[in-house]
């Protein structure tokens, strides 16, 4: 790992202090929450709670969500119910992402911050997206960080907003041919601007099947081998999966969900350069794990699909060059500035 340059040490620094003095502001809530804690039978030291700038004091213990209301039922695959969740808990303005009892407020999962890392604050614009929504015929599931609540919940909240467009895409959904699709931003981009405009983004892969009156969207997007998670000690290479399933007849998707796939480095080198078919090709099968972020259920409407598998994949032009057809259009002029630079020889050319 490099060393840290002087200025990286002084903010780690001022980070530490801030966090020390907002833990000790907080101390009285921090402790009732430890009385709280204790009447259930769980004994919580300083040492489970943190204060982040992003998400404020925050405590931490295996399955406390669960501890601290019981009611919470989980499905198969981990998700629970959103509106089971808004009749226990309170929606507030510009608070996405979190939904808030009495003395704490639970908070969506992880996965779903930026670099998913639970010290950073939430991707826009997708959770912001999911709590709105607003239509009976869907039935919305999410994934929330069982391990940990925010106790501070009159503290400041975060709001961010991306330089972002909703995709305009052709709706006749039955007209896509039956394919595989791969993209990746330009070979001979520099990886420093990889991953400023791209988000680390190694490829995006599309597929479309058809079986019996409905179309199987696929969408996983590799990023760059600098991104990864740990994972129960293990190091894992982190792929955004997408998931639907439109109805022919209907002409709307009956089925959406979002996942994480986390592929070990064997698996990430063999599969980011191929595609969905990978296993069809190959004797050595991959399989990997999984964790289930979202999903909804009943009639999505193909506009609502689009805008949110746009921003399930936040801040990677790959995904609006697929639904549009072209890249944002401060990815364009960056591009343009790339190729003038590498055709007048300039020695600040932006290429590798």
Known sequence: MPELTDFQKQYL???RIEEAEQLAANSEIINKFKDQLAQNGISLTDDNFKYYQTSGIIANYPGIISVLNDTLVKDKEGLLRYDVLI??????PFAAGYLYADEFALMAHHYFRRGYHPINSF??????????LKDNQ???????DSDSVRVDINGH???????????NFDKEIASIADDIVKLRPPLD???SLVSFFFANAYSLDIKWVTKEGIKTFQAEEFKTEEVTITKGGEEYFPARYIHAEYDLEKKVFRHFDGAIHFYTLDEYIAR??????YNMKNANQIKTISQKLFKMNGIVPVEKWIEFTSHFFTGNP???EYFEGEYPQHIKEMLEKVKYLHQHNRKDSLLS
């Open 13 to 15: 620094e001022s980070l």
């Open 87 to 92: 009749n226990e808990f309170q929606r507030k």
């Open 123 to 132: 991707s826009p614009c997708f959770i912001e997206l999911f709590w709105g």
């Open 138 to 144: 869907i039935e919305k599931y999410i994934a929330l």
């Open 157 to 167: 909240g975060m709001f961010e907003r991306d330089t972002w467009f909703g995709a």
């Open 189 to 191: 981009l520099k990886a």
């Open 272 to 277: 980011r350069d191929s595609d969905f078919n």
């Open 318 to 320: 790959l995904i609006i």
